[in-house]
């Protein structure tokens, strides 16, 4: 069982940034793939980040390629999301999510573990 535990947004003005934090419970968090997604009202979940704990290899949805870096430390157990020239249509609610294969993926169906999500608002 993986417990997830995200924080750091907030109400920002466009270009601006915000870093997402996502703390894991796990002690073999070092070994678990981790993903960023979002989900704004009305629309489905989507991708955003994710990392392999294995070769720290990392992937980006292309809205947000450039702007946003994901990245980890792995002896406090959190993964961060680090965003970047914020714009209005990032607002959404941002999760963590923990695959305990870690692998590098970006289908929300393939992760196990789940945040509750934190608010992300860019106001124009």
């Known amino acids: 069982q993986v417990q997830l535990v995200e924080s750091g947004g907030g109400l920002v003005q466009a270009g601006g940034s915000l870093r997402l934090s996502c703390e894991a419970s796990?002690?073999?968090?070092?070994?678990?793939?981790m993903g960023w997604f979002r989900q704004a009202p009305g629309k489905e979940r989507e991708f955003v980040a994710a990392?392999?704990?294995?070769?720290?290899?990392?992937l980006y949805a292309e809205s947000v390629k450039g702007r946003f870096t994901i990245s980890r430390e792995n002896a406090k157990n959190t993964v961060y999301l680090q965003m970047n020239s914020l714009r209005p249509e990032d607002t959404a609610v941002y999760y963590c999510?923990?695959?305990?294969?870690?692998?590098?993926?970006?289908?929300?169906?393939?992760?196990?573990?789940w945040g509750q999500g934190t608010q992300v608002t860019v106001s124009s």
């Open positions: 999510a923990a695959d305990p294969y870690g692998s590098l993926r970006s289908l929300a169906r393939e992760y196990v573990y």
């Open positions: 990392d392999t704990w294995s070769d720290l290899r990392t």
């Open positions: 796990r002690r073999t968090f070092s070994r678990v793939g």
